[in-house]
């Protein structure tokens, strides 16, 4: 989860992404992403990495049609029927085993919450701005089911991302 091309996210934070991407698809993970209709984010960036790591992608999009931004990186794209701000997020959150925010504006906070909500694992990346610099490390409120877990690289978000899905998927059998 995270940015959209029109929150200017640098460089740095788009290698992060692109590095996430590659990581999922060298675990035999696959990548599930809210797939863009009209411009680029930091989820496509992870989806071109992914597809070219030779992963899984599985883009989540709104509205009623399967018209996503690179359509020909998504192998699979599940049409929500849903609208951004909490319509198309339900769906894409909960088909996830665990979610990595990067950067991100009021769609990636709103993807957090759902997550929360679900208990399934979230992870945040510090140093890039955004909500998931906010909210790395923290509880989403006073009842404190599930932190939110801080990683400093993508490496090490990957890797947090899978041992908390395991153990997620462990404690439910």
């Known amino acids: ?17 692109t590095e996430i991407g590659t990581r ?14 009209d411009c680029d984010s ?8 992914a597809k070219e790591a030779g992963g899984l992608t599985i883009g989540v999009t709104y509205g009623k049609d399967k018209a996503v931004w690179e359509q020909d990186l998504v192998d699979i794209v599940i049409v929500s029927g849903l609208e951004r701000g909490g319509g198309r997020e339900t769906p894409l959150v909960l088909s996830c085993d665990a979610v990595i925010a990067v950067s991100g504006g009021s ?5 957090l919450a759902i997550a929360y909500q679900a208990d399934i694992p979230m992870i945040a990346l510090t140093g890039v701005g955004g909500w998931s610099e906010r909210l790395a490390g923290e509880y989403l409120d006073d009842r404190k ?6 990683a400093q690289t993508a490496k ?5 991302a899978i041992r908390e899905a395991m153990l997620q998927r462990d404690n439910k059998n």
């Not at 930091?42 to 990495?49: D, E, G, I, Q």
């Not at 769609?107 to 993807?111: A, D, P, R, S, V």
């Not at 090490?156 to 947090?160: L, Y």
């Open 1 to 17: 989860m995270g940015s959209a091309a029109d929150l200017q996210y640098s460089e740095t934070v788009e290698a992060i992404a």
């Open 24 to 37: 999922i698809a060298q675990n035999d993970a696959a990548l599930v992403f809210g797939a863009e209709k």
């Open 42 to 49: 930091l989820s496509t960036v992870a989806c071109r990495a």
């Open 107 to 111: 769609g990636t906070l709103t993807e």
């Open 145 to 150: 089911r599930r932190i939110i877990h801080a």
């Open 156 to 160: 090490e978000a990957v890797d947090i």
